[in-house]
């Protein structure tokens, strides 16, 4: 299962990173979403943990918002008042809510197979990612209303450091899950000329 959170690596990947041709973005930010849901769909495929079907829903209610978002920029519009300030929260709260879950429903998955420590470090580590971005997103929100544009650019900074703070979590969780299916794989080749014997 490494390989979904490979996916969710690079959709944090994609969202950190700009790349502008002229007015177009190379890598808009709804391909990080859907790249995030299409994630969330394996996990659930795999585990049955409704945390993961949950993180989906989130993932792609942010892709469909970026995308109309995107749409509504590359016509030209200039987004009406209230979007200027609830836009970032709702995005905020819902990024939140997406990490939230994933990480919830990682825990679960280790708590479900015997592994109750790491299944609490897992539950402390989420613990720690909510609020490290419901500050960041409170902050965000409240600079932007009172127009705190100083102070804007100082949390550009966090923002960045908090993305690669979550994907270098999401690359250990990849390199976690490669190591479990190594392990199953030499198991099973170790008992493999056992029966055949």
Do not use: C
């Not at 009172?146 to 650019?153: D, N, Q, V």
């Not at 703070?165 to 000329?193: C, H, N, T, W």
Request: hydrophobic share 50%; no cysteine; charged share 15%.
């Amino acid at each position: 299962m490494g390989e979904a959170y490979r996916k969710i690596f690079w959709g944090i990947f994609i969202l950190t990173l700009h790349i502008n041709l002229g007015p177009l973005q190379i890598l808009p930010n709804f391909v990080g979403y859907f790249l995030m849901a299409s994630a969330s769909t394996m996990l659930f495929d795999r585990h049955g943990i409704s945390s993961f079907r949950n993180a989906k829903h989130m993932a792609a209610v942010l892709g469909v918002l970026s995308l109309l978002e995107s749409l509504y920029f590359f016509m030209g519009q200039v987004a009406f008042a209230p979007y200027t300030f609830i836009g970032p929260l709702l995005f905020g709260v819902l990024e939140l809510l997406f990490f939230y879950q994933v990480l919830g429903g990682y825990a679960f998955s280790l708590e479900n197979d015997g592994h109750q420590e790491e299944g609490e470090r897992t539950r402390s580590l989420q613990r720690k990612v909510t609020v490290l971005l419901a500050v960041q997103t409170g902050l965000y929100f409240a600079a932007s209303v009172l127009y705190l544009t100083s102070f804007l650019s100082f949390l550009v900074l966090f923002f960045i450091l908090m993305r690669i703070y979550l994907m270098s979590i999401f690359a250990q969780l990849r390199r976690d899950e490669d190591g479990k299916g190594l392990e199953v794989r030499e198991a099973e080749e170790e008992s493999y000329p056992m029966n055949q014997g």
